[in-house]
């Protein structure tokens, strides 16, 4: 046999006997608070609660949507890139000197308007990549993954970026 005494704002005192598995319980008032009165108190406690809680779940389920559109956004900037950027090759320029384009992949579509072979190197923040040779009159890709910052594109074949084969692409 157990005995269990609880007190509650110190107006009402419980006594609890269990008797295996049965229980009495001797709820006492020892204040001029009526125990309908407790009750009462404790039910409005308890409807707060009920109110209270779907409130929390509104307002954590905000915070959900704006993590699912910032997610959203996220992957869209990094599916981004993918831009083209032309590069016309001479003796000895290239044209455009100066590209930009957005991180990510970047493909560079070369045309050799010369007359003598040339090809593209990409080169900077550990990156360095070059095109296929390709003949005058003839043209190439080179699909570059470039992160944020600043290379340099030249022709690498003997001393044309010397003569004027180079430029710089500005990735943002
Ligand atoms: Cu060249």
New binding site residues.
């Given amino acids: 046999m157990t005995a269990q005494r609880r007190s509650e704002d110190r107006r009402v005192t419980e006594l609890t006997f269990a008797f295996g598995p049965k229980r009495a319980t001797i709820v006492a008032t020892n204040s001029s608070v009526p125990e309908e009165a407790t009750v009462h108190r404790r039910h409005l406690a308890l409807i707060l609660c009920l109110v209270a809680l779907p409130l929390v779940f509104v307002a954590c389920g905000g915070d959900d949507d704006e993590e699912t559109t910032a997610a959203t956004e996220t992957s869209t900037t990094a599916s981004g890139g993918g831009e083209t950027i032309d590069i016309s ?1 001479t003796e ?1 320029a290239l044209d455009p000197s100066e590209a930009s384009a957005a991180a990510g992949e970047v493909t560079f579509a070369i045309i050799n308007d010369g007359a003598i ?3 593209l190197e990409i080169e900077g923040d550990g990156v360095e990549e070059v095109s296929e040779t390709v003949e005058g009159g003839a043209s190439t890709d080179l699909t570059v993954d470039l992160a944020a910052g600043t290379y340099r594109m030249y ?1 690498n ?1 003997a001393d ?1 970026a010397e003569q004027g ?1 180079e430029g710089e692409v500005t990735v943002e």
């Fill in positions: 090759e000895y072979p040339h090809n022709c074949i044309h084969m």
